[in-house]
């Protein structure tokens, strides 16, 4: 299984190597299962990927995106959280 530091994503992104069972057992303590774990890695896996794409080809936001509509409120993060417990 993959695995990744926190629900930001940070360490499978900048060190994948480093990443330790202990960070994902962080994860399972504030309410992770597995399937949720792997989605996180496969989320954070995928915009790396799309984002070293869109930097590598010069790829610009299009005028239409609002600032707000780039990020997730902590609030709407542990929503979704509790919506799937």
Do not use: K
């Not at 990744?4 to 960070?23: F, K, L, M, N, Y």
């Not at 990020?71 to 993060?77: A, P, Q, V």
């Amino acid at each position: 299984m993959q695995r990744c530091r926190s629900s930001s994503g940070s360490g499978s992104t900048r060190a994948p190597h480093s990443v330790r069972e202990a960070d994902v057992d962080r994860l399972r303590e504030v309410g992770f299962d597995d399937t949720a774990i792997l989605d996180v890695c496969q989320v954070v896996s995928y915009y790396g990927y799309v984002n070293r794409m869109a930097e590598g080809l010069g790829v610009e936001l299009e005028d239409t995106w609002l600032p707000e509509e780039l990020t997730m409120t902590r609030e709407d993060f542990e929503r979704r959280v509790a919506a799937r417990r």
